[in-house]
């Protein structure tokens, strides 16, 4: 009778953790901390480029004013998708000089999510969207940067990822983000594809396919998985699994100070686009490196390339001057719900929601690189702040 009865409570108290969970969450306060958050490449109103900010922010309970927390349908600046093939530009090209430098002092902090924008051929009811075509919105601006320099100059919390100053950013611009940040963009982008074969994987981009075949006599040879490489050019390289690949996955190794500060953990595989950059600067430094793992023949194609097979995936600046991050790879995109976000202490039971066992899913990635490190920086930031509104 006892043991049944023991059975029922636990029973009992695993149906009622949720909401124990949930309430813990509720009771939690708010505290406001202002992001300006900018992405460009909102192709529905789920804004996926962006979400994984959005989480955070739910999940901390960080607020944009006392009472309101964000939406992620409308708090950011960018493309703003409507019915019927319409939609609104809500970027901050339209801010006149006065409004970028009142947005810069009423904002805690500035995150730019996503750049590229969005295309004619993703936006108009075309069939194919693994081609290449004409730009509806998107890219790196003059006003974009004002704002960055100012957030700079006020010592405010500046976050950016892939696809910030890369193409289709303007020279110019890009040249000027890249000379304020002491961070350079090699003009290479990436991405893992967990198969190369062309009858089988018809997610392969055809500008990516074209463009190879156009440099290597019109030959196609992958059946495996592996790594494509594309220069800003347009000049293409395959990494393959076995043959130019000892792992077909990039890796995200994490040094000294990321798994320390962030709790990150000392490898992450990331099987999604991400960009090479090289810091150009001693202010810079890395909290993870990307490692490509190649046999000898994979070195060869790389040093062909002028790819190197380790690359920074976390640069950051942190001193009284001003704090400043960029992630190397589309960060704050991740296949996650919201719903998760209403729940203290979720952290607990991530495991329930990724198959490590699936090589191209990315919400491990969330859960055990991302989440911790995006929440330490705002935690660190919001004491920061609150260190400061204390003096003052």
Same mark, same amino acid.
């Given at each position: 009778?006892?043991?049944?009865?023991?059975?029922?409570?636990?029973?009992?108290?695993?149906?009622?953790?949720?909401?124990?969970?949930?309430?813990?969450?509720?009771?939690?306060?708010?505290?406001?901390?202002?992001?300006?958050?900018?992405?460009?490449?909102?192709?529905?109103?789920?804004?996926?480029?962006?979400?994984?900010?959005?989480?955070?922010?739910?999940?901390?309970?960080?607020?944009?004013?006392?009472?309101?927390?964000?939406?992620?349908?409308?708090?950011?600046?960018?493309?703003?998708?409507?019915?019927?093939?319409?939609?609104?530009?809500?970027?901050?090209?339209?801010?006149?000089?006065?409004?970028?430098?009142?947005?810069?002092?009423?904002?805690?902090?500035?995150?730019?999510?996503?750049?590229?924008?969005?295309?004619?051929?993703?936006?108009?009811?075309?069939?194919?969207?693994?081609?290449?075509?004409?730009?509806?919105?998107?890219?790196?601006?003059?006003?974009?940067?004002? &704002?960055?320099?100012? +957030? !700079?100059?006020?010592?405010?919390?500046? $976050?950016?990822?892939? %696809?910030?100053?890369?193409?289709? #950013?303007?020279?110019?611009?890009?040249?000027?983000?890249?000379?304020?940040?002491?961070?350079?963009?090699?003009?290479?982008?990436?991405?893992?594809?967990?198969?190369?074969?062309?009858?089988?994987?018809?997610?392969?981009?055809?500008?990516?396919?074209?463009?190879?075949?156009?440099?290597?006599?019109?030959?196609?040879?992958?059946?495996?998985?592996?790594?494509?490489?594309?220069?800003?050019?347009?000049?293409?390289?395959?990494?393959?699994?076995?043959?130019?690949?000892?792992?077909?996955?990039?890796?995200?190794?994490?040094?000294?100070?990321?798994?320390?500060?962030?709790? &990150?953990?000392?490898? +992450? !595989?990331?099987?999604?686009?991400?960009? $090479?950059?090289?810091? %150009?600067?001693?202010?810079?430094? #890395?909290?993870?490196?990307?490692?490509?793992?190649?046999?000898?023949?994979?070195?060869?194609?790389?040093?062909?390339?002028?790819?190197?097979?380790?690359?920074?995936?976390?640069?950051?600046?942190?001193?009284?001057?001003?704090?400043?991050?960029?992630?190397?790879?589309?960060?704050?995109?991740?296949?996650?719900?919201?719903?998760?976000?209403?729940?203290?202490?979720?952290?607990?039971?991530?495991?329930?929601?990724?198959?490590?066992?699936?090589?191209?899913?990315?919400?491990?990635?969330?859960?055990?690189?991302?989440?911790?490190?995006?929440?330490?920086?705002?935690?660190?930031?919001?004491?920061?702040?609150?260190?400061?509104?204390?003096?003052?």
């Amino acid at each position: 009778m006892l043991k049944k009865r023991l059975k029922h409570i636990i029973l009992i108290l695993v149906l009622l953790t949720p909401v124990f969970m949930f309430l813990a969450w509720f009771f939690t306060p708010k505290t406001k901390m202002v992001a300006a958050i900018i992405d460009k490449t909102v192709l529905t109103k789920e804004g996926q480029e962006h979400i994984s900010l959005d989480w955070i922010l739910n999940y901390k309970k960080y607020t944009k004013t006392a009472t309101k927390f964000y939406d992620r349908s409308e708090d950011y600046f960018g493309f703003f998708p409507k019915e019927n093939e319409e939609f609104d530009l809500r970027g901050l090209e339209r801010f006149s000089s006065n409004k970028i430098e009142q947005l810069s002092t009423d904002a805690d902090l500035v995150y730019f999510t996503d750049t590229y924008g969005i295309y004619t051929n993703e936006w108009y009811e075309q069939k194919n969207q693994t081609e290449r075509s004409g730009i509806v919105y998107g890219g790196l601006k003059e006003n974009d940067m004002e &704002l960055l320099q100012k +957030m !700079k100059q006020k010592n405010k919390l500046i $976050i950016t990822e892939f %696809n910030t100053f890369a193409s289709p #950013t303007k020279y110019t611009i890009r040249r000027k983000f890249e000379k304020t940040f002491g961070i350079e963009w090699t003009g290479w982008t990436g991405r893992y594809f967990d198969n190369l074969d062309t009858l089988v994987n018809k997610e392969l981009p055809r500008w990516l396919i074209r463009n190879y075949l156009n440099q290597h006599d019109n030959e196609w040879p992958f059946k495996k998985s592996g790594i494509a490489f594309v220069h800003e050019n347009d000049q293409v390289t395959i990494l393959e699994d076995s043959i130019h690949l000892k792992r077909d996955i990039p890796q995200i190794l994490s040094n000294n100070y990321g798994k320390e500060r962030f709790s &990150l953990p000392e490898e +992450m !595989k990331y099987p999604f686009w991400f960009d $090479i950059v090289q810091n %150009n600067s001693k202010i810079n430094k #890395t909290a993870a490196n990307y490692k490509i793992y190649t046999t000898e023949k994979g070195n060869e194609e790389l040093k062909k390339h002028g790819i190197p097979n380790a690359f920074p995936a976390v640069t950051y600046h942190i001193d009284s001057d001003y704090e400043f991050y960029y992630f190397s790879g589309d960060f704050c995109d991740n296949p996650i719900t919201m719903t998760t976000s209403y729940f203290k202490g979720i952290g607990l039971f991530k495991r329930f929601f990724y198959s490590e066992q699936d090589k191209t899913e990315r919400a491990s990635f969330f859960w055990k690189f991302y989440r911790p490190m995006v929440q330490t920086i705002l935690e660190d930031y919001q004491t920061k702040l609150e260190t400061k509104n204390g003096e003052n």
